[in-house]
């Protein structure tokens, strides 16, 4: 049974023998149950000379923009995890490229792993999560509808990287 706070009645929050930080125990066994940070996995995805983005149909930032991206789920690879992601938000057929930045949110614990690919096929629809879909040009991005910061880091990471093969992945903005 859960108390008020969503925990299972016998869990509380301690710190564990041998370890530094607080953790969710059980107070019957003792078994620790870890809470990490969630993986998020997306792509910069090109066609033509354009970049493909959402219109959210979801909150948080329901009617913004973004690139597809969502939840790794579980058994899955980040590379899979982004296409899958595009196709549920785009319904776009997606070939990835490479690894274009892994991002740390840390006030939300997220690890954003960013991907460039390009469309497989031209055809894309907006999935349930999006209201719309489009292909943008650079100078059509609209920049003050965007839904998170990650978003502009990565769409800045991407213009600068362009078709660059020599680069390590990019990391936070300062």
């Excluded at 125990?25 to 033509?48: M, Q, S």
Aim: hydrophobic share 45%; glycine share 6%; proline share 7%.
């Amino acid at each position: 049974m859960a108390d008020t706070i969503g925990k299972p009645a016998n869990f509380h929050h301690t710190v564990p023998e041998g370890d530094e930080r607080e953790r969710l125990v059980c107070k019957d066994c003792g078994f620790i149950a870890y809470e990490n940070p969630r993986v998020i996995a997306g792509a910069v995805v090109e066609h033509d000379g354009k970049i493909l983005m959402c219109r959210r149909a979801i909150h948080p930032q329901m009617g913004k923009w973004t690139i597809p991206a969502g939840y790794l789920e579980n058994g899955e690879a980040p590379h899979e995890g982004a296409a899958r992601e595009a196709w549920e938000e785009a319904m776009a057929r997606i070939e990835i490229r490479d690894l274009l930045a892994v991002y740390a949110v840390r006030h939300i614990s997220q690890v954003h792993m960013m991907y460039r690919a390009r469309l497989a096929t031209p055809e894309f629809a907006p999935g349930v999560e999006s209201l719309e879909v489009a292909l943008f040009a650079w100078d059509e991005i609209p920049w003050n509808e965007l839904a998170f910061p990650s978003v502009h880091w990565v769409l800045n990471h991407y213009r600068e990287a362009e078709d660059r093969t020599d680069f390590a992945p990019f990391t936070n903005p300062a």
